[in-house]
């Protein structure tokens, strides 16, 4: 075996191919072990990351369909706010729409009362103002025709009854 040997190492090559055999044997023997540890421990990190990577994509599609739920609620608000204000605008035009025809009629009957009760007291007193004149014609006509104290008398009597006849109507109107 010796022989063998020697007839091996005068091979440059065979020193050389028998030296990279032993080297590996040497290395898988004794860093086998380390390298697998080293090799598991990279495993478990890799893995450690994709698990914590799963579950941060889970909660980040769970915080995107929350946002997408709320967005959906909100312009659900959204919508129904405009539609509330507008039925509220609605009925406040409404409101004032009746409001002022409300006022507008109240006012077209106050100025028809104004109207009325300036006609009625026109009407009073242009009576007022003929009666007077027409006592006051009827006056001077008996006082030129009737002369004495019986027409005086007579005179008088008559203003007094058509002043207390014109006084009565115009508290009747």
Same mark, same amino acid.
């Given at each position: ?10 091979? *440059? ?6 030296? +990279? ?7 898988? #023997? ?37 946002? !997408?739920? %709320?967005?959906?609620?909100? @312009?659900?608000?959204?919508? @129904? ?12 035009? %409404? ?5 002022? /025809?409300? *006022?507008? @009629? ?8 104004? #109207? ?11 009576? =007022?103002? /003929? ?9 001077? #006509?008996? +006082?030129? !025709? #009737? =002369?004495?104290?019986? /027409? ?7 203003? @007094?009854?058509?002043?207390? +006849?014109?006084?009565?109507?115009? !508290?009747?109107?």
């Amino acid at each position: 075996m010796n022989e063998f040997l020697q007839e091996l190492a005068k091979e *440059t090559l065979n020193v050389y191919a028998i030296a +990279f055999v032993i080297f590996w044997l040497l290395v898988v #023997i004794f860093l086998r072990k380390p390298a697998f540890q080293w090799l598991d421990n990279q495993i478990g990190q890799i893995t450690a990351e994709l698990d914590t990577a799963r579950q941060l994509r889970a909660e980040a599609e769970s915080s995107l369909s929350d946002v !997408k739920n %709320k967005q959906i609620q909100a @312009e659900k608000d959204a919508k @129904e706010i405009i539609e509330m204000a507008k039925n509220q605008a609605e009925a406040m035009r %409404k409101q004032a729409a009746s409001e002022l /025809a409300a *006022t507008l @009629e109240r006012q077209q009957q106050l100025a028809a009362d104004r #109207i009325r009760l300036a006609e009625m007291k026109a009407v009073d007193a242009i009576r =007022s103002k /003929a009666v007077s004149l027409g006592m006051e014609m009827a006056r001077q #006509i008996l +006082f030129e !025709k #009737i =002369s004495g104290d019986n /027409a005086m008398r007579l005179i008088e009597g008559s203003i @007094e009854d058509a002043a207390a +006849f014109s006084d009565s109507k115009a !508290k009747a109107g």
